[in-house]
């Protein structure tokens, strides 16, 4: 298990630019794969990016060319660039942990943060 804390939320104009942060702690981080996901209001939470141990990374549709994940696993922390904010992208953010890849990309990873807030004004 392992412990997420996602910082580096906050509004900011369209076009602009977001680096989101999300330290783990716990044991073993670099055997997890670590992803993000986002929740707006009145949605469902869906899946953002993900990156495997290995440093292997997938992108949802609509983040794909805006947005780039990356971990550091010396400082247990993982990384999502936010560029091209568009309005629609305001949501909360939740970094989420698990060893199987797919089951976090599904959305039923063990371990999840609290979420961190990103607005984009128009």
């Known amino acids: 298990q392992v412990q997420l804390v996602e910082s580096g939320g906050g509004l900011v104009q369209a076009g602009g630019s977001l680096r989101l942060s999300c330290a783990a702690s716990g044991r073993a981080f670099n055997y997890y794969v670590m992803g993000w996901f986002r929740q707006a209001p009145g949605k469902e939470r869906e899946f953002v990016a993900d990156?495997?141990?290995?440093?292997?990374?997938y992108y949802a549709d609509s983040v794909k060319g805006r947005t780039s994940i990356s971990r550091d696993n010396a400082k247990n922390t993982v990384y999502l660039q936010l560029n091209s904010l568009k309005p629609e992208d305001t949501a909360v953010y939740y970094c989420?942990?698990?060893?199987?890849?797919?089951?976090?990309?599904?959305?039923?990873?063990?371990?999840w943060g609290q979420g961190t807030q990103v607005t984009v004004s128009s």
């Open positions: 990156i495997s141990w290995s440093d292997s990374t």
């Open positions: 989420a942990a698990d060893t199987d890849w797919l089951r976090l990309r599904i959305g039923g990873a063990k371990d």
